[in-house]
Structure formats: structure tokens, C-alpha cells
């Protein structure tokens, strides 16, 4: 039988801590639970790879950009859910 391939954990960066999210668990909630709160977000310009994973995952449609070309955070529409900061391998999302 062949062997399951395990998930890499999610790793999510805050308030100089890092904490791990677990499966269909949110962001915010794993944030609460460690005390630290999602501050406002944007994206390093520098470190996206234009990827487009974060706006996949943005359920308010704030975050922006062409395909290979880095994104941008809408702030009047982004609610500081955190769920960009899982999805962005690159760390490329960093508080604002
Ligand atoms: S924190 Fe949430 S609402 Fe804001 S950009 Fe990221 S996924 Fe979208
Ligand atoms: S997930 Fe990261 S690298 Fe990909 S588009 Fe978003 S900010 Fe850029």
C-alpha cells in the first residue's frame, strides 16, 4: 500500500511568535488562542511571487494582482482575518 504523504504543518509568523494552524482550524481563532491579535496586513513587494494562493483564499476579494506580479492588499476591504498569512509560503505577507 503506498505510503501517505504527510502534510507540512502550517506555520503562521506574529507578533514574534510562531504558531502552528491545524487543519480547518482559522487563523484568528489559533492567533486569539496565543493572545496575539492579526494587525493590518500587506504584502512585501519585494518577497511576492505572484502566486495568487492568498487570493484564492481571501473571502472578501481584498487581495490584488497580476499572475507572477506582486499583489496588494485592499485595506477598506481586508478584515484582518489572517488567512492569507497560512496560504503565503514566501512569508511575503507582513503587517502593514
Ligand atoms: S487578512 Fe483575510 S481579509 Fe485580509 S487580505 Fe488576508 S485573507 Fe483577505
Ligand atoms: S501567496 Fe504570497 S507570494 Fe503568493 S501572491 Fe500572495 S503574497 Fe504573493
Same mark, same amino acid.
Given at each position: 500500500?503506498? @505510503? ?8 503562521? *509568523?506574529?507578533? &514574534? ?6 487543519? &480547518?482550524?482559522? $487563523? ?12 493590518? /496586513?500587506? $504584502? =512585501? ?5 505572484? #502566486? @495568487?494562493? #492568498?487570493? *484564492? !483564499? ?6 490584488? &494582482?497580476? *499572475? ?5 492588499? =485592499?485595506?477598506?476591504? #481586508?478584515? @484582518?482575518?489572517?488567512?492569507? /498569512?497560512?496560504? #503565503?509560503? /514566501?512569508?511575503?505577507? !507582513?503587517?502593514?
Amino acid at each position: 500500500m503506498a @505510503q501517505q504523504k504527510k502534510k507540512k504543518p502550517v506555520i503562521v *509568523k506574529l507578533g &514574534g511568535k510562531e504558531f502552528e494552524i491545524p487543519e &480547518g482550524a482559522k $487563523v484568528k481563532d489559533v492567533a486569539a488562542e496565543h493572545g496575539v491579535e492579526i494587525p493590518k /496586513l500587506t $504584502v =512585501d513587494q519585494e518577497k511576492c511571487k505572484g #502566486c @495568487q494562493m #492568498c487570493e *484564492k !483564499v481571501c473571502e472578501t476579494g481584498a487581495i490584488s &494582482g497580476e *499572475k507572477k506580479e506582486p499583489h496588494t492588499i =485592499d485595506q477598506e476591504k #481586508c478584515i @484582518q482575518c489572517g488567512e492569507c /498569512l497560512a496560504k #503565503c509560503k /514566501l512569508g511575503a505577507i !507582513v503587517p502593514a
